[in-house]
Protein backbone atom coordinates (compact mmCIF):
# COMPACT_ATOMS: atom_id res chain seq x y z
CA UNK A 1 0.00 0.00 0.00
CA UNK A 2 2.87 2.27 -0.40
CA UNK A 3 2.76 5.53 -2.67
CA UNK A 4 0.47 8.09 -3.35
CA UNK A 5 -3.07 7.08 -4.44
CA UNK A 6 -4.64 8.71 -7.23
CA UNK A 7 -6.73 11.86 -7.07
CA UNK A 8 -10.59 11.17 -6.39
CA UNK A 9 -13.35 13.82 -7.20
CA UNK A 10 -16.32 14.09 -4.97
CA UNK A 11 -19.72 15.71 -5.48
CA UNK A 12 -22.11 16.44 -2.96
CA UNK A 13 -20.65 12.93 -1.27
CA UNK A 14 -20.86 11.35 -4.48
CA UNK A 15 -17.13 9.71 -5.67
CA UNK A 16 -16.66 10.22 -9.61
CA UNK A 17 -15.39 7.27 -11.32
CA UNK A 18 -12.40 8.32 -12.84
CA UNK A 19 -10.50 6.88 -15.29
CA UNK A 20 -9.03 3.42 -14.67
CA UNK A 21 -7.83 4.40 -11.24
CA UNK A 22 -10.21 1.56 -9.44
CA UNK A 23 -10.00 2.11 -5.76
CA UNK A 24 -9.32 -0.48 -3.43
CA UNK A 25 -11.64 -2.11 -0.87
CA UNK A 26 -9.90 -0.42 1.94
CA UNK A 27 -9.76 2.79 0.56
CA UNK A 28 -14.23 2.28 -0.28
CA UNK A 29 -14.66 1.49 3.49
CA UNK A 30 -12.60 4.65 4.58
CA UNK A 31 -14.61 7.04 2.27
CA UNK A 32 -17.57 5.62 3.40
CA UNK A 33 -17.16 6.48 7.10
CA UNK A 34 -16.35 9.71 5.65
CA UNK A 35 -19.62 10.24 4.49
CA UNK A 36 -19.46 8.50 0.70
CA UNK A 37 -22.55 6.37 0.45
CA UNK A 38 -22.76 6.24 -3.59
CA UNK A 39 -19.97 6.23 -6.55
CA UNK A 40 -21.45 7.85 -9.71
CA UNK A 41 -19.60 7.12 -13.25
CA UNK A 42 -20.82 7.90 -16.88
CA UNK A 43 -20.49 4.82 -18.23
CA UNK A 44 -21.66 1.60 -18.35
CA UNK A 45 -18.38 0.55 -18.91
CA UNK A 46 -16.53 2.41 -15.73
CA UNK A 47 -19.43 1.08 -13.99
CA UNK A 48 -18.65 -2.45 -14.99
CA UNK A 49 -15.04 -1.90 -13.91
CA UNK A 50 -16.00 -0.28 -10.41
CA UNK A 51 -18.51 -2.59 -9.41
CA UNK A 52 -16.33 -5.61 -7.94
CA UNK A 53 -14.26 -3.43 -5.46
CA UNK A 54 -17.64 -2.02 -4.62
CA UNK A 55 -19.32 -5.12 -3.95
CA UNK A 56 -16.21 -6.57 -1.88
CA UNK A 57 -17.16 -3.30 0.01
CA UNK A 58 -20.85 -3.84 0.42
CA UNK A 59 -20.19 -7.29 1.68
CA UNK A 60 -17.93 -6.18 4.57
CA UNK A 61 -20.51 -3.13 4.99
CA UNK A 62 -23.05 -5.79 5.57
CA UNK A 63 -20.86 -7.98 7.83
CA UNK A 64 -20.87 -4.40 10.21
CA UNK A 65 -24.23 -3.56 9.85
CA UNK A 66 -23.55 -0.95 7.47
CA UNK A 67 -25.93 0.69 4.87
CA UNK A 68 -24.17 -0.55 1.12
CA UNK A 69 -22.44 1.96 -1.04
CA UNK A 70 -24.83 2.55 -4.25
CA UNK A 71 -23.24 2.36 -7.79
CA UNK A 72 -24.73 4.00 -11.11
CA UNK A 73 -24.83 5.74 -13.97
CA UNK A 74 -24.87 9.58 -13.54
CA UNK A 75 -24.16 12.55 -15.63
CA UNK A 76 -21.01 14.32 -13.54
CA UNK A 77 -21.62 17.54 -15.64
CA UNK A 78 -25.48 17.40 -15.09
CA UNK A 79 -24.59 16.96 -11.49
CA UNK A 80 -22.45 19.84 -10.77
CA UNK A 81 -24.37 22.35 -12.78
CA UNK A 82 -27.61 21.33 -10.74
CA UNK A 83 -26.10 21.64 -7.40
CA UNK A 84 -24.35 25.29 -8.04
CA UNK A 85 -27.67 26.46 -9.53
CA UNK A 86 -29.36 25.62 -5.99
CA UNK A 87 -26.97 27.93 -4.07
CA UNK A 88 -28.57 31.12 -5.58
CA UNK A 89 -32.30 30.10 -4.42
CA UNK A 90 -30.53 30.26 -0.80
CA UNK A 91 -30.18 32.75 1.62
CA UNK A 92 -27.12 34.62 1.27
CA UNK A 93 -26.57 33.67 4.56
CA UNK A 94 -26.68 29.76 3.71
CA UNK A 95 -24.88 29.91 0.70
CA UNK A 96 -21.51 29.20 2.14
CA UNK A 97 -21.90 26.11 3.98
CA UNK A 98 -24.06 24.36 1.66
CA UNK A 99 -21.25 25.55 -1.29
CA UNK A 100 -18.48 23.38 0.58
CA UNK A 101 -20.95 20.52 0.18
CA UNK A 102 -22.09 20.59 -3.69
CA UNK A 103 -18.81 22.48 -5.28
CA UNK A 104 -16.33 19.22 -6.20
CA UNK A 105 -14.07 18.02 -3.84
CA UNK A 106 -10.64 16.58 -5.00
CA UNK A 107 -8.50 14.49 -2.22
CA UNK A 108 -5.56 11.89 -2.55
CA UNK A 109 -4.41 8.90 -0.10
CA UNK A 110 -1.29 8.37 0.86
CA UNK A 111 -0.31 4.50 2.83
CA UNK A 112 -0.82 6.59 6.74
CA UNK A 113 -4.19 7.55 5.23
CA UNK A 114 -5.70 3.97 5.04
CA UNK A 115 -5.02 3.19 8.12
CA UNK A 116 -8.80 1.79 8.81
CA UNK A 117 -8.61 1.16 12.68
CA UNK A 118 -9.41 4.54 13.52
CA UNK A 119 -12.74 4.25 11.31
CA UNK A 120 -13.58 0.88 12.53
CA UNK A 121 -12.31 0.19 15.99
CA UNK A 122 -14.25 -1.93 17.45
CA UNK A 123 -13.72 -4.05 14.54
CA UNK A 124 -10.49 -6.26 12.97
CA UNK A 125 -10.54 -7.54 9.40
CA UNK A 126 -7.95 -10.47 10.03
CA UNK A 127 -7.56 -13.49 12.05
CA UNK A 128 -3.58 -14.36 13.47
CA UNK A 129 -3.49 -17.77 14.67
CA UNK A 130 0.02 -18.70 16.14
CA UNK A 131 0.78 -22.57 16.14
CA UNK A 132 2.28 -23.22 19.98
CA UNK A 133 3.64 -26.30 18.70
CA UNK A 134 5.96 -25.03 16.24
CA UNK A 135 6.39 -21.75 17.49
CA UNK A 136 9.74 -20.92 18.83
CA UNK A 137 9.85 -17.48 19.58
CA UNK A 138 12.35 -16.21 17.76
CA UNK A 139 11.03 -13.20 16.91
CA UNK A 140 11.18 -12.52 13.67
CA UNK A 141 7.55 -11.46 12.98
CA UNK A 142 7.92 -9.10 15.91
CA UNK A 143 10.50 -7.49 14.02
CA UNK A 144 9.10 -7.19 11.00
CA UNK A 145 5.40 -6.18 11.59
CA UNK A 146 5.08 -2.69 11.29
CA UNK A 147 2.00 -2.58 12.92
CA UNK A 148 3.02 -4.00 16.03
CA UNK A 149 0.75 -6.74 15.84
CA UNK A 150 2.41 -9.57 17.76
CA UNK A 151 5.04 -8.75 20.62
CA UNK A 152 6.79 -11.35 22.54
CA UNK A 153 6.68 -10.27 26.23
CA UNK A 154 9.05 -11.83 29.54
CA UNK A 155 6.22 -14.17 30.27
CA UNK A 156 3.34 -13.34 27.18
CA UNK A 157 3.19 -13.74 23.68
CA UNK A 158 0.40 -10.88 22.36
CA UNK A 159 -1.23 -10.99 19.18
CA UNK A 160 -3.15 -7.80 18.13
CA UNK A 161 -4.27 -8.55 14.88
CA UNK A 162 -6.66 -4.89 14.58
CA UNK A 163 -4.10 -3.13 13.15
CA UNK A 164 -3.00 -5.99 10.75
CA UNK A 165 -3.13 -5.13 6.93
CA UNK A 166 -2.74 -8.82 6.06
CA UNK A 167 0.84 -8.32 3.96
CA UNK A 168 1.34 -11.89 5.14
CA UNK A 169 5.02 -10.82 5.93
CA UNK A 170 4.75 -12.74 9.07
CA UNK A 171 3.50 -15.37 8.05
CA UNK A 172 6.42 -15.47 4.94
CA UNK A 173 9.49 -14.63 7.24
CA UNK A 174 8.54 -17.44 10.12
CA UNK A 175 10.92 -20.02 9.96
CA UNK A 176 9.04 -22.46 11.51
CA UNK A 177 5.27 -21.56 9.11
CA UNK A 178 3.64 -21.48 12.65
CA UNK A 179 1.75 -18.34 11.72
CA UNK A 180 -1.32 -18.18 9.74
CA UNK A 181 -2.90 -14.64 8.80
CA UNK A 182 -6.27 -14.82 6.66
CA UNK A 183 -9.38 -12.37 6.13
CA UNK A 184 -12.00 -12.78 8.18
CA UNK A 185 -13.74 -10.00 10.02
CA UNK A 186 -14.87 -10.27 13.47
CA UNK A 187 -15.01 -7.79 16.65
CA UNK A 188 -11.33 -6.51 18.09
CA UNK A 189 -9.91 -9.28 20.52
CA UNK A 190 -6.01 -9.39 21.93
CA UNK A 191 -4.73 -13.17 22.26
CA UNK A 192 -2.46 -13.44 25.19
CA UNK A 193 -0.46 -16.74 24.87
CA UNK A 194 1.86 -17.82 27.98
CA UNK A 195 5.67 -17.87 27.91
CA UNK A 196 7.57 -20.21 30.34
CA UNK A 197 10.53 -19.66 31.21
CA UNK A 198 12.85 -23.16 31.22
CA UNK A 199 16.13 -24.07 32.14
CA UNK A 200 17.52 -26.56 28.89
CA UNK A 201 18.58 -29.95 30.54
CA UNK A 202 21.59 -30.46 27.59
CA UNK A 203 23.09 -27.44 27.95
CA UNK A 204 22.09 -26.03 31.25
CA UNK A 205 20.72 -22.67 29.96
CA UNK A 206 17.82 -20.73 30.27
CA UNK A 207 14.95 -20.48 27.53
CA UNK A 208 11.62 -18.97 26.68
CA UNK A 209 8.85 -21.52 25.32
CA UNK A 210 5.39 -21.68 24.89
CA UNK A 211 5.43 -24.95 25.54
CA UNK A 212 5.47 -25.71 29.32
CA UNK A 213 6.61 -29.36 28.97
CA UNK A 214 9.62 -28.60 26.55
CA UNK A 215 12.95 -29.86 28.44
CA UNK A 216 15.39 -28.52 25.82
CA UNK A 217 16.47 -25.27 24.25
CA UNK A 218 15.97 -24.72 20.42
CA UNK A 219 19.46 -24.73 19.89
CA UNK A 220 19.78 -28.52 21.33
CA UNK A 221 16.88 -30.20 19.71
CA UNK A 222 18.23 -28.42 16.44
CA UNK A 223 21.82 -29.38 17.09
CA UNK A 224 20.49 -33.27 18.03
CA UNK A 225 18.24 -33.63 14.68
CA UNK A 226 21.45 -32.72 12.63
CA UNK A 227 23.61 -35.38 14.36
CA UNK A 228 20.94 -37.58 13.83
CA UNK A 229 20.20 -36.87 10.73
CA UNK A 230 24.01 -36.78 9.64
CA UNK A 231 24.19 -40.26 11.24
CA UNK A 232 21.01 -41.58 9.12
CA UNK A 233 22.62 -40.14 5.91
Known sequence: MAGIYPERTIIQNQLVMKGQNIPTVIE????????????????????????????????????????????????????????????????????????????????????????????????????????????ILCGACQSLCQKKCLEIQDDSFMISPQGCSGCQLCADACPEQAILVEDRISKKQETRLPVFQNVCTACHQPFTTLREDDEKCVACVKREMYVKNRKLG
Open 28 to 135: LLILYKQGIKEVIGESPSQVKLWRQPVEEANSILNQLGERPISISLKSVEDEVYYSRREIFTLWKTEAKSVLKQVVPARMRFNQNALDWQKYYQDYQFTRVTIDQEKC
